[in-house]
């Protein structure tokens, strides 16, 4: 057997990373948290990314993530990066894009839905092939902030989302148990426009909690100066979108709390 076919026949947990523009970044100032997500570790992270609005960091096939040293980061990579620590090998596919709601985008029947499937079933075909093998980890989800600019946004984001779970559970791949962390929308407050904000809070927290396979992590806090203990995060551009570092925060807390469930 070759050192290519004991690469090939590794096993993989999955994560998928989504959202809009919250769950990536346009700039390198996450460079000083992606040297601290550098930890040592013999397992490989392979990825697959969907990313239109960034230049360059949309793939059609599975690459490997590298720690160079002006590697691009996102929320998911951030995850990845962390998840591999417990002693994973790991295989993330990201699928983000800038600006677009649950129900005019992300949902059944609207074009995201089919380009996030297709990305995913794309990926995990492409996975499997020569002998490898995966299993779920998580689907960490951080999008709210187009549908939550009015209450009557809110209110149907909050009937939306159970179905857009069950929906994504029933047409991926062996899917019946996939567990969603979902990223609870910060604390932007009505003084940047979003009318609907607690409704959407309440209602990722109660649907998370209803589910036995899905759960949520807190984001308060990343659009401040801060630090959570492992990297300092910086300030909001625009009180909106946290800095690289703040999206790689909530990366990192995603892969700590599923890994503590």
Not at 3 to 9: C, E
Request: with cysteine.
């Amino acid at each position: 057997m070759s050192i290519l076919d004991l690469f090939k026949k590794k096993h993989y947990v999955v994560i998928v990373s989504c959202g809009q523009s919250l769950a990536i970044a346009t700039d390198q100032s996450s460079l000083s948290a992606r040297r601290q997500l550098d930890l040592s570790n013999d397992h490989t992270i392979k990825l697959w990314s969907y990313l239109p609005d960034v230049v360059g960091q949309t793939t059609t096939a599975w690459t490997a993530l590298d720690v160079a040293s002006k590697e691009y980061e996102s929320m998911g990579r951030a995850a990845a990066r962390r998840y591999a620590y417990y002693g994973y090998n790991v295989a993330l596919i990201e699928v983000a894009v800038g600006g677009m709601g649950l129900n005019a985008y992300w949902k059944k029947g609207q074009s995201g839905y089919t380009v996030l499937t297709g990305q995913i079933t794309t990926a995990l075909t492409a996975l499997a092939r020569w002998g490898t093998t995966w299993e779920w980890g998580f689907f960490l989800r951080y999008q709210a902030h187009a549908d939550c600019a009015t209450i009557a946004g809110a209110d149907t984001y909050a009937g939306l989302l159970p179905t857009h779970l069950a929906d994504l559970r029933a047409d991926l791949p062996s899917a019946t148990d996939l567990h969603f962390v979902i990223a609870r929308a910060p604390d932007w407050g009505v003084a940047v426009g979003r009318l609907g904000l607690d409704t959407i809070r309440a209602a990722q927290v109660s649907i998370a909690d209803a589910d036995e396979n899905a759960s949520w992590i807190d984001t308060d806090g990343i659009l401040l100066p801060g630090t959570d203990g492992i990297i300092s995060w910086g300030t909001s551009h625009d009180g909106v979108h946290p800095t690289a570092c703040g999206r790689a925060s909530v990366g990192i807390r995603a892969a700590d709390h599923y890994e503590e469930l």
